[in-house]
């Protein structure tokens, strides 16, 4: 018969478990800087394995260590509730009035445990403190969990829910027995042995967190330019893929934009790489503010973007590819004494086909057509034969060196 579980090995065993778990996240915010809150998680399961041993201290008849114990315990709940908001990129309103209440509570187990020799009001309010923290933690998960980061945050959220209720049904049961001292006793071992187990698993969710949005970042610099952080071709293919699914199951239509600079070789050629990089970082988020939410926006290579415009028509297309050709024509760029323009091709779903590739190469046609009827304009693939000419500048003015 196995011999039962006794609370010094539960307390070395949820130190160890703590202590790994601060040192691989340790790891992981030195390699892994981008990462906002995993040092904090770190530090909170430190501070989790100095509570252990400060229990583990305790048993020898040394109450304050006892008392410290409980003081680091809920100060990590309370780092983990600040770690969360800050890799949840929150500003959760209530992260100061808990850290008072937590304080107020720290102060208060102090200040109950000296004259008494009865330890049950320390331990209530160690106790509810610690309850609340937990209740809290759980509910901010749930309210502010990213949608690419649902399933680790929910099961994170659920364990904190799950231990916070545990935990006041202790507190409701030690109230019931006036304290009495055989009745905490009793809840010792179980308490003890459901902390570790949370411990454990709440090490496991974190790592899940982290690995998760290492998957996110690396999804993204896979599918982003490096240069503009538009969309590159293959995550394009990808959106438009999706879309194409969506339009089958919902119907509708989408239009495809695409527009190339003008004469942008000769601006590299004149005034070097460095400011040919310079302007399509410009264009590419004059890009972005002048199209919808939920429009896409991708950089296919070179000086040539396109933009995906979901439950677009072709008129709604022409107003928005108008209005960019404009913003571009307008950019300026400390320095960098050039004006450059843009030539655009317009094709829509229904007219010009119904697949990703097929709207693509119209538009592209279009464009084509468009740089050599004269450039700074905006062609419908529909009708190549009617060329509107802007009023205005040339494709590209060098205003000096």
């Not at 109450?63 to 003081?71: E, F, Q």
């Not at 937990?134 to 994170?156: E, M, V």
């Not at 570790?196 to 982290?210: N, Y």
């Amino acid at each position: 018969m196995s011999p039962a579980l006794d609370l010094p090995t539960m307390f070395a065993t949820n130190a160890l478990v703590s202590a790994i778990g601060g040192v691989i996240l340790l790891l992981v915010q030195r390699g892994q800087t981008n990462l906002p809150g995993v040092g904090l998680w770190a530090a909170g399961r430190f501070i989790l394995t100095a509570a252990c041993f400060s229990y583990f201290i305790g048993l020898e008849a040394n109450r304050s260590g006892i008392i410290l114990g409980m003081v680091l315990v809920v100060t990590s709940v309370l780092v983990d509730y600040f770690a969360y908001a800050r890799y949840m990129g929150r500003r959760s309103r209530a992260r100061w009035p808990l850290a008072m209440a937590t304080l107020l509570g720290i102060l208060a187990i102090f200040i109950l445990a000296l004259p008494r020799p009865n330890p049950g009001p320390t331990l209530a309010v160690f106790i509810a403190v610690n309850a609340a923290l937990n209740l809290a933690t759980g509910r901010f998960l749930l309210l502010y969990r990213p949608p690419d980061l649902h399933g680790p945050a929910t099961a994170i959220a659920s364990l904190h829910l799950v231990w916070g209720v545990l935990t006041l049904a202790r507190l409701v049961f030690l109230i019931s027995n006036d304290f009495d001292v055989g009745a905490m006793a009793s809840t010792n071992t179980a308490s003890m042995f459901f902390a570790s187990f949370h411990a454990t698993c709440q090490t496991v969710g974190l790592l899940w967190l982290v690995v998760a949005r290492l998957q996110i970042n690396l999804r993204q610099k896979a599918d982003t330019d490096p240069l503009t952080g538009l969309l590159n071709r293959r995550a394009l293919q990808t959106a438009f893929e999706s879309l194409e699914a969506r339009l089958r199951a919902d119907g509708g239509g989408f239009a495809v934009i695409i527009f190339d600079l003008d004469h942008f070789k000769r601006l590299n050629d004149e005034y070097g790489h460095a400011a040919g990089d310079a302007m399509l970082v410009a264009v590419a988020s004059t890009t972005r503010s002048s199209t919808r939410p939920g429009d896409v926006q991708a950089r296919l290579g070179g000086e040539e973007f396109c933009i995906v415009l979901p439950a677009a028509g072709l008129g709604e297309a022409l107003d928005i590819a108008e209005r960019l050709r404009l913003a571009i024509a307008g950019l300026r760029l400390p320095d960098l004494p050039v004006q450059i323009t843009a030539s655009f091709g317009v094709a829509s779903s229904g007219a010009h086909g119904q697949d990703g590739n097929g709207l693509i190469r119209a538009a592209d046609d279009a464009l084509y057509c468009a740089k050599r009827n004269g450039r700074n304009h905006v062609q419908v693939a529909a009708d190549i034969s009617l060329i509107q000419r802007p009023e205005g500048p040339p494709s590209l003015i060098l205003t000096g060196k």
